[in-house]
Nanobody, 117 residues
Framework: QVQLVESGGGLVQPGGSLRLSCAAS????????MTWYRQAPGKERELGAT????????AYADSVKGRFTISRHNANNTVFLQMNSLNPEDPAVYYC??????????WGKGTLVTVSS
C-alpha cells in the first residue's frame, strides 16, 4: 500500500535541466523526511539531497550543491528535485526515500537520468 513513485527522468544534454518528482501515498507524508539518492553504474548509492519534514531544512552532497534544489509540497504528498547544469557525472538512477526517525524507511523504484550529447 505504501508507494513512492518517481518520475521525470530521461535524456538531457550537458548543461540542461530536469525536474524529478516523487509521489507518495499510503503513509503520513508530512511526518517523513525525504531524500533523493542516486546510484551510477559501478558506484555506490549516494545521498544527493535531503529535506526535513516541514521543508525548513535541506542538505546537499557537495557534488550537486548549487545545481540541485530539493523541495516538497506536503499538501500534495510530493517531493521534487530540480536539477540544473547537468554534467556527465550526474547520470544515475535516482531514488526517492522516505524516513520516519530510524523506525520506518521506504524506497521508490527509481527513475533513470541520462546526460549525453
Amino acid at each position: 500500500q505504501v508507494q513512492l513513485v518517481e518520475s521525470g527522468g530521461g535524456l538531457v544534454q550537458p548543461g540542461g535541466s530536469l525536474r524529478l518528482s516523487c509521489a507518495a501515498s499510503g503513509f503520513t507524508f508530512r511526518s517523513f523526511a525525504m531524500t533523493w539518492y542516486r546510484q551510477a553504474p559501478g558506484k555506490e548509492r549516494e545521498l544527493g539531497a535531503t529535506i526535513s519534514r516541514a521543508g525548513g531544512n535541506t542538505a546537499y552532497a557537495d557534488s550537486v550543491k548549487g545545481r540541485f534544489t530539493i523541495s516538497r509540497h506536503n499538501a500534495n504528498n510530493t517531493v521534487f528535485l530540480q536539477m540544473n547544469s547537468l554534467n556527465p557525472e550526474d547520470p544515475a538512477v535516482y531514488y526517492c526515500n522516505a524516513r520516519f526517525l530510524h523506525a520506518l524507511v521506504y524506497w521508490g523504484k527509481g527513475t533513470l537520468v541520462t546526460v549525453s550529447s
